[in-house]
Nanobody, 123 residues
């Protein structure tokens, strides 16, 4: 069982960088696959990045490939999303999610969610 709390969202200029954190309270953090999803103007949460329990495997959405990096520190029960070269389209609420299973790019089957952190990219 996990409780997830995101932080690090802010107002940032286009082209800038931001690092999001997701802190988990569970003692079995390393057994969960983790992911980041974002919600823009619509209601749907779209896949951004995911990382395996060990941190050895990652996957990214096409629109963030080469700009964002997901990582985790299991000793600190924290997953990160380093966001570089931010664009206006990156604006949204970023949610951290956890599930027991392989890497995936959909929200279905994700067991745990944080409340989100707002990232606003300005021109």
């Amino acid at each position: 069982q996990l409780q997830l709390v995101e932080s690090g969202g802010a107002l940032v200029q286009a082209g800038g960088s931001l690092r999001l954190s997701c802190a988990a309270s569970g003692r079995t953090f390393s057994s969960f696959t983790m992911g980041w999803f974002r919600q823009g103007a619509g209601k749907e949460r779209h896949f951004v990045a995911t990382i395996s329990g060990s941190g050895s495997n990652t996957a990214y959405a096409d629109f963030v490939q080469g700009r964002f990096t997901i990582s985790r520190d299991n000793a600190e029960n924290t997953v990160y999303l380093q966001m570089n070269s931010l664009q206006l389209e990156d604006t949204g609420v970023y949610y951290c999610a956890a599930w027991d299973g392989p890497l995936q790019t959909i929200t279905f089957g994700t067991d745990y969610w944080g409340k989100g952190t707002l990232v606003t990219v300005s021109s």
